[in-house]
């Protein structure tokens, strides 16, 4: 198994909600046309070859958890977390034109874990959960919804985990 992105847990919600802080970290990511099942299989290769010495610097990386998707209207941003330590003016440049690196800032999220297949009506379903009960308590988010996925395909879909977060506006983040 990869290793995680790491974070601090800011508090939990009654259902199952956590508010957490993530560091600055870093992401490879590629821009695909394909729909949401999809997206991640399509983004996979350029990401694999990346942090296995497809870049300038032929340097191999551990994968980390978890694989994250940001849905757009025709399209998915799908990313892999760099490892912890690595930035964005150190990690080397992507010999594919498709991946690019960012860096992201610190920040805090809410997350609802959830397992099974990844489907989108399941994706969404749990999403809607997560932004009503985020409303229903007065917390305030920004921008939209994104996914994370914690396990390869070959996992049952009963004992995969996946996530879907959206940030919270700094106002209405636990202190």
């Known amino acids: 198994m990869a290793k995680a992105q790491p974070y601090q847990v ?78 964005a003016a150190t990690a080397p440049l992507p010999m594919d034109g498709r991946v690019n690196v960012r860096e992201v800032a610190p920040r805090e999220v809410a997350a609802l874990r959830f397992s099974g297949s990844w489907k989108k009506s399941r994706a969404e379903g749990k ?17 939209g919804v994104f996914y994370g996925r914690f396990d390869p395909p070959s996992t049952p879909g009963f004992l995969r985990h996946n996530e879907v977060l959206v940030e919270l506006l700094p106002s209405s983040a636990p202190a």
Do not use: K
Request: glycine residues 10%; hydrophobic residues 40%.
């Open 10 to 87: 800011l508090g939990v919600l009654p259902d199952g909600i956590e508010l957490r802080h993530y560091p600055a970290h870093t992401l490879i990511s590629v821009d695909v046309t394909a729909d949401f099942e999809s997206a991640g299989n399509v983004a996979f290769g350029p990401l694999i070859r990346y942090i296995s010495g497809a870049n300038a610097g032929g340097s191999s990386m551990a994968m980390t958890s978890p694989v994250v998707q940001v849905p757009h209207q025709d399209s998915h941003t799908v990313s892999f977390v760099l490892p912890e330590g690595t930035d």
């Open 127 to 143: 999403a809607e959960v997560l932004r009503q009960a985020l409303a229903e308590r007065g917390i305030a988010t920004s921008g």
